[in-house]
């Protein structure tokens, strides 16, 4: 009876040891995936604030581009559309707008959409206690008049834009990403 009983005892003591194991292998696992995660986080902040630094130098030299990837509509549709040809563009004192969906017809552009270009008037940069840039400039041209508000939100290369035409109610809201002129990968159609 005694050796069946210390034998049991050195099964448990065997088991417990096993399952010590096991738990500490799966805690350090742990340990090491929440590491690897939070270096992922930083890394990711770290491009953020630097593409935000760098949205925020091209906004002040008047040479940046808004790659759009979703376009809102005057009553809330929303579309997803590819930001190499939805985009915003302001080089100085001329600035285009372009808006082209993938669909079976050309358009005026050449694209599936409109190309418009035009004259800046003032440009108005303004950043609030949060440090969120906000751009305003009017566009004159043949094609267009419209009213552009540029929302550069802090920390992040996260934009919206909204286009109001002065001759009609056809607001459009693109969201994106600003990016400066340099390093911007758009193609333009056919404007007019």
């Known amino acids: ?49 630097r593409a935000y630094t760098d949205a925020v ?47 079976a017809f050309a358009g005026p552009n050449g694209i599936g959409g409109v190309t418009v270009d035009g004259t800046v008037g003032e440009v108005k940069t303004t950043t609030d206690k949060k440090g969120n840039v906000t751009c305003n400039f009017s566009v004159t041209g043949v094609g267009i008049s419209a009213q552009v508000s540029i929302r550069l939100t802090h920390g992040r290369n996260n934009v919206s834009a909204t286009v109001n035409p002065n001759f009609n109610s056809n607001r459009l809201t693109l969201d994106g990403k600003l990016v400066p002129l340099s390093e911007s990968n758009i193609f333009k159609g056919r404007s007019f």
């Open 57 to 103: 130098q091209a906004i002040k030299e008047r040479k940046f581009v808004l790659e759009a990837d979703r376009v809102t509509f005057k009553r809330g549709r929303s579309a997803f559309v590819t930001s190499n040809t939805n985009f915003i563009l302001l080089n100085g004192d001329r600035a285009s707008v372009q808006i082209a969906f993938n669909g």
């Open 1 to 49: 009876m005694k050796k069946i009983i210390a034998l049991l005892m050195l099964v448990f003591i065997g088991a417990s040891t096993t399952i010590y194991a096991q738990e500490s292998k799966s805690e350090s696992r742990r340990a090491e995936r929440k590491a690897q995660r939070d270096a992922e986080k930083a890394r990711e902040k770290i491009e953020e604030e």
